[in-house]
């Protein structure tokens, strides 16, 4: 049978038994639609939380614990020192090591007329962070490190330093530049979902973001607004200028660059509090490579600070399967329908298929049309089902941005369609509605003609 003839019969067949295939195309639709539906919502929740909220491709390691420390039991958990650096750097498939160090030592900061109208006060909560973890990144107007090396003009008032920006630290009458830091977006989502609704302020988007590079504040370290203070008496105020935001900053508080914590530290703590690190990031080139990361830390005496990304993927994945099995369920329920339609379809046109194989049809060509039959039933049910799972997920949105109150890092939409998975769930509707007509097809392809002819 010439393809044309073939491709004219199906339309027809599908034209004459339209009332008796729409069931079935609603059935394939409904399928392809929660199949899609909730693999889009599986890939949207997938990117939001491990791709912006926890990030898979690092993994942040840290002194283990211990519950004692006695000479009898040895020394104690082992340091994070630069030789335990080296040692994760040399790993197969670690990119880069960005050593840490929180603060040892309470200081608090004040600031923010410009913007708030008032000053606002806070406990500092920050860590030192190797600028070299982010010298990919581009912040200003000052850079991401140590500014206070070189010599220092002697002063008595800011109007005393002639450099741009420079400023009089009162404690040592020294020109000094702004303590660079950079904060988490982390941070950024917390204010606009819980500080800024709160006080009738602005959300700050990514526009307004870039804007609060240069915005300086008072830093004053070793006091406290909540009465502790460091073993030093003395306490010093620096002034401290926001250069930028990065996703490898401290999730809750400020990232100086490393020199200055460990200078503070062993000053405001003793030398011992700058001798180690507090954990280190190490960020690998390929995903798969964390598991054996994180196993050769282990090894070396180490933790693995638990950051909950993995309970995370492993609900998502499960959350998503369990979805994926219900739209399966629709699908073969679907499947058996279409077998039930076309066993029926088969049993009333056995007559027409045996003219048909008299005229000189053979068994090829009977089964080649009722599988084209089907394959049309899926690429129609497969195409409504995908537009469906799109205006649902859009009204899913929509919703969503109306109703649901703002929540860190909430997205504007909740799905990702991706071509490549949406063109594979269309085939697999046709192949669904391919299978389902198999045995049918076959039934109709053993049909003995004179049999067929004779029967009423």
Same mark, same amino acid.
């Given at each position: ?53 926890? &990030? ?29 650096? $080296? ?5 197969? +498939?670690? $990119?880069? %090591?960005?050593?840490? !160090? ?19 006060? *806070? ?30 003009? %002697? ?17 040592? &009458?020294?020109?000094?530049?702004? %303590? ?32 609060? $590079?240069? @915005? ?22 620096? /002034?401290? !200028?926001? %250069?930028?935001?990065?996703? /490898?900053? !401290?999730?809750?508080?400020?990232? @100086? ?14 030398? !011992? ?14 995903? +798969? ?11 070396? +005496? ?14 998502? #994945?499960?959350?998503?399967?369990? @979805? ?15 077998? =039930? ?7 009333? $046109? ?13 068994? /090829?060509?009977? =089964? ?18 995908? *537009?469906? *799972?799109?205006?649902?997920? /859009? ?25 490549? #998975? ?28 004179? *049999? ?5």
């Amino acid at each position: 049978m010439r393809r044309d003839a073939w491709l004219k019969l199906v339309v027809q067949n599908l034209r004459r038994s339209r009332r008796e295939f729409v069931l079935s195309i609603f059935g394939i639709a409904l399928g392809i639609a929660a199949l899609s539906f909730f693999i889009a919502l599986a890939a949207g929740v997938r990117e939001t939380v491990l791709g912006r909220v926890f &990030h898979i491709d690092r993994i942040e390691i840290e002194p283990a614990k211990a519950s004692f420390d006695l000479p009898l039991f040895g020394s104690g958990p082992r340091p994070i020192g630069d030789d335990v650096v $080296r040692e994760l750097a040399a790993l197969p +498939g670690v $990119r880069s %090591v960005a050593p840490r !160090m929180r603060l040892a030592f309470p200081a608090k900061a004040w600031g923010g007329a410009q913007l708030f109208g008032t000053n606002r006060f *806070a406990e500092v909560l920050g860590e030192g962070l190797d600028p070299a973890a982010v010298a990919s990144e581009r912040f200003g107007p000052e850079p991401f490190a140590d500014l206070e090396s070189g010599p220092h003009e %002697v002063c008595n008032a800011d109007g005393d330093c002639k450099q741009p920006g420079e400023y009089c630290a009162w404690d040592v &009458h020294q020109c000094q530049r702004p %303590v660079p830091v950079i904060i988490s977006r982390v941070l950024l989502e917390l204010y606009n979902s819980g500080f800024a609704p709160a006080h009738g302020l602005p959300r700050v988007g990514d526009l307004l973001a870039s804007r609060f $590079r240069g @915005f300086t504040f008072t830093v004053e370290l070793g006091a406290s607004f909540l009465g502790a203070s460091a073993a030093r008496s003395v306490s010093r105020q620096r /002034r401290v !200028m926001l %250069v930028g935001i990065s996703d /490898r900053a !401290m999730p809750v508080g400020v990232s @100086f660059p490393l020199p200055y914590v460990q200078r503070w530290n062993a000053e405001y703590a003793g030398t !011992m509090a700058a001798a180690g690190y507090s954990s280190v990031t190490v960020e690998v080139a390929d995903k +798969g490579a964390i598991t054996g990361i994180a196993a050769a830390a282990r090894a070396l +005496g180490l933790a693995i600070v638990d950051t909950g990304a993995e309970r995370a993927g492993v609900a998502i #994945t499960l959350i998503g399967l369990l @979805f994926v099995l219900v739209s399966l369920a629709i699908l073969a329920v679907a499947a058996l329908n279409i077998a =039930h339609t076309f066993f029926r379809a088969v049993a009333e $046109r056995r007559r027409e298929i045996g003219v048909m194989r008299a005229v000189g049809a053979s068994r /090829r060509d009977i =089964h080649r049309l009722l599988l084209g039959e089907a394959a049309a039933i899926g690429a129609v049910g497969g195409a409504l089902g995908l *537009a469906a *799972a799109f205006a649902a997920a /859009r009204l899913a949105d929509w919703a969503a941005a109306r109703f649901v109150p703002e929540f860190p890092f909430k997205p504007d939409t909740f799905f990702h369609f991706s071509p490549i #998975t949406s063109g594979a769930i269309w085939g697999f509707a046709v192949l669904t509605c391919l299978m389902g007509a198999l045995l049918p097809a076959a039934a109709a392809a053993r049909v003995d003609p004179s *049999a067929a002819l004779a029967s009423r």
